[in-house]
């Protein structure tokens, strides 16, 4: 009976041991390397979880990369999370990397997302094309949204082509208003903050893509209503393109060693969850503001240590 004690009192030493080890394991002093794209929102996001790692002790590193090769990035090791991964864009190269291992996903936002082309508010209260946010009523007015470089047609100011390729093109071909408009591609997303600016100083038509969440949302944004989005529509996916964007989620993706390597880091990465509002908040720091991305994170910690101290804990 002592023998039969002992060893129970032993087993259940090496057991709380090994719970213990469990519970207070440390993050790796590896570091965890961030990816930095080409829109406000994202990058001042990455050093707002980035600071947060650091204030749990973590050291970071933040790299810039491409907004659709970072999945395979991820899922190869040399990157460790991507923070904003939005459906309609990155979703086929967020699962396609996930199908081939070492990707996992880390969750969802409570944001929801919407990337589509529109138009400023003002353009709808002055009736610049009657009959807008409905897409039919671009027939009838490509004039309005004409520039010194579109060739007599109205113009799209889509973003970077790494960001949808030759989505919306198609789209207008989709649409049969190829013959009234044209696509000219941004080379950043400033470029299209600093259209929207001039468009707005001039009261003059204009035509971009945009997002929600972003800092426009308070700005006053209005998207055009497309033909709905469904399975198929795509090009790419066997239809022809004559369909609008589809409303979805913002995950976040890491690589499947980070729970392991950073378990104290991961489980708060797990847990963030931004709502429209605190993106907005970011974004609006340095489009508005006229802040650094590094001084926008700052400043959005120092403000709202009651949303993002939670994850930590």
Known sequence: MKNLTRNFAVALSVTLAS????????????????????????????YVIGGIF?????????????????YEAIRNGDV?????????????????AMAKGGIIDAGTHAAMTLEEMGVPQYVIDDNLCPGLPNWEALANCPEVFATADSGGKGRWLEGPQSWHGEQMPQRLAGLGLDDKYMVKFAGSADALWAELESAKKERRGVITFNWTPNFTDAEGFVFI????????CRVGDGGDGACGSPKGWLKKAANYKFPKTHPAAYTAFSKISFTSTDIGQMAALVD????????????????????WKPFTE
Request: charged share 15%.
């Open 19 to 46: 719970v213990s080890g469990q519970a207070f394991a440390e993050d790796s002093s590896k570091p965890i390397v961030i990816p930095t794209h080409n829109w406000s929102s994202q990058v001042v996001m990455a």
């Open 54 to 70: 650091e204030n749990m002790g973590n050291n970071v590193e933040y790299v810039p990369a491409d907004t659709q090769a970072v």
């Open 80 to 96: 460790t999370i991507s923070h904003e991964v939005w459906q309609s864009t990155f979703g086929a190269s967020f699962y396609n």
């Open 225 to 232: 209503e497309f033909p709905e989005f469904f399975q198929g």
């Open 288 to 307: 508005v503001d006229k802040m650094s991305h590094q001084d926008a994170a700052k400043s959005w910690l120092a403000a709202h240590e009651d949303v």
